[in-house]
């Protein structure tokens, strides 16, 4: 398993152990905190790859928080502020979504950074509150009155005035990506080194195209992802493999060219009346490259190069579905009948229990 793989299972363990955490996403895994008792509304994300892994502590709230943010952005004049703390080692992020801190996990193991949960989240809560505090001093002068100065942000308000391309634009330039802009073709194209995926040409580079073209919809796609040799794969194997990545995120769509073998995936977004804001193309994005990244060393690798090691991969992966659904059925089952339980019945079991544990004890009973 990759780093991130490791952070996220770790992060999964963290939300079903912890009462006030829950998963709220999966891509990226999140992992979120309700805000009450005067706690921030917080959530955890984890970004990286095989050997890199840097969780994100968010404050979520689309409401006062990203508003508040944004003004911070318009009175420096900047796009996006990033800066370490020195005190704590967390990396500063205000950008147009909102606060964010980012704890840099690369050389933490998931064990070692279980250890430290609770301390690393209260120095990340801290951090954020004295950031959101040092914030509303610094605007609290600021009128909410439009100003005839352009703003350095972008909120959805205003992109609801911008074309779509104008959009696409200012997400790369938020985050300084280099792209080519097709206009002809109206389209955007751009890449990613990567940690494992490898493509047709044995380079470890991702291609995403973002297509506007569809008054409808936004495109995001992965030309090429694959090229598959069927005289050597059979093509109903990888068909499965596209069907079993299907069900599994189910807004992902996955073709593969049955005349030249090629396989891409791609997502669309809806745009109709609605605003696209550069958030979302972000979150695809991070999910497109984490999803070739995993996917690759999960089943793809060898199933361009060995079909029927492929084949008990793509079993061990459905069958290890099962299992989960199985035993969240199983526990679910288990939980109801406890609640049903009396507090004489619940008494008897720990009674029962207790008398076990004397007898193990004391050397008694056993096999």
């Avoid at 199933?303 to 793509?314: C, I, R």
Wanted: aromatic share 10%; hydrophobic share 35%.
């Amino acid at each position: 398993m990759s780093l991130m793989q490791d952070y996220s299972s770790l992060l999964t363990g963290i939300a079903e152990q912890y009462e006030d955490w829950s998963v709220t996403d999966n891509s990226p895994l999140t992992i979120s905190r309700q805000s009450e008792h005067n706690m921030l509304p917080l959530s955890i994300s984890v970004y990286g790859g095989n050997t890199k892994a840097h969780l994100f502590f968010n404050l979520y709230d689309d409401g006062p928080f990203t508003a508040l943010a944004q003004k911070v952005l318009q009175t420096q004049e900047e796009e996006k502020i990033q800066q370490e703390d020195e005190d704590s080692g967390l990396v500063i992020i205000i950008d147009s979504d909102g606060f964010a801190v980012v704890y840099d996990a690369t050389e933490v193991s998931p064990e070692e950074f279980a250890t430290q949960f609770d301390s690393i989240t209260k120095t990340a809560d801290h951090l954020l509150m004295q950031i959101v505090g040092d914030a509303h001093e610094s605007t609290k002068d600021l009128s909410d009155t439009p100003s005839d100065k352009p703003s350095a942000t972008y909120p959805a308000t205003q992109q609801r005035a911008m074309g779509i391309d104008d959009v696409v634009k200012q997400y790369f330039t938020e985050l300084n990506y280099k792209h080519k802009h097709d206009e002809a073709n109206k389209r955007f194209i751009f890449g990613f080194n990567t940690d494992s995926y490898t493509n047709r040409n044995n380079a470890q580079s991702l291609q995403i195209v973002i297509d506007y073209s569809d008054d409808d919809l936004l495109r995001f796609e992965t030309p090429w992802l694959y090229e598959f040799d069927l005289e050597k794969t059979k093509y109903n194997l990888v068909a499965s493999a596209v069907a079993w990545f299907q069900f599994e995120y189910k807004f992902l769509s996955m073709s593969l060219d049955p005349a030249d073998g090629e396989l891409k995936i791609s997502i669309d977004i809806p745009r109709g009346k609605g605003v696209i804001h550069t958030s979302q193309i972000k979150r695809i994005v991070s999910f497109i490259l984490q999803f070739s990244e995993s996917s690759y060393d999960e089943l793809f690798k060898t199933l361009l190069t060995d079909s029927a090691e492929a084949q008990s991969k793509l079993n061990a992966l459905i069958e290890k579905h099962k299992n989960k659904v199985a035993n969240r059925d199983w526990r679910k089952s288990i939980e109801d009948k406890l609640d049903s339980l009396t507090d004489e019945q619940k008494k008897a079991i720990e009674a029962i229990l207790a008398q076990n544990e004397e007898d193990s004890g004391s050397g008694k009973g056993g096999i």
